[in-house]
């Protein structure tokens, strides 16, 4: 068993005229696989992690193109639903439930997806 301990900071002093200083933490057990690749974006889906190969999951995404006009939508496999964006430079930290394909498709040019999932059980 690997132990994953993810860890999210936001600090501003300027913020709305306060201080913003969260910190959380967490300690998650990683039974199963971890996938660690490079995907190239092209301007059709492509998807990076088929649901039937995972069970749930944590899965680490970041946009390593430094140009700004390459910017990433994470889709659902099949096209129908789009869940965020990632600009040049820009990383994703979510618990992934595996019930749908991922996929990505590129604004423009042919940016680099970083990718890192880590599997909570075996399949």
Known sequence: MATLTPTL???SSDMNGDVLNLSV??????????TTKQI????TG?????AVDYTKA???LKNLSSTAAEIMTIESGDGGDEYFT???GEFAFFPWAASVNLALDSAQG????EVRIYQE???
């Open 58 to 60: 944590y899965v680490y």
């Open 25 to 34: 933490s967490d300690s998650l057990s990683i039974l199963g696989q971890v």
């Open 121 to 123: 059980s075996a399949a």
């Open 110 to 113: 042919s940016p680099v997806l």
């Open 86 to 88: 990632l600009g040049a």
């Open 9 to 11: 900071t936001l600090a």
């Open 40 to 43: 190239v974006a092209t301007q």
């Open 46 to 50: 492509v998807v990076f992690a088929t």
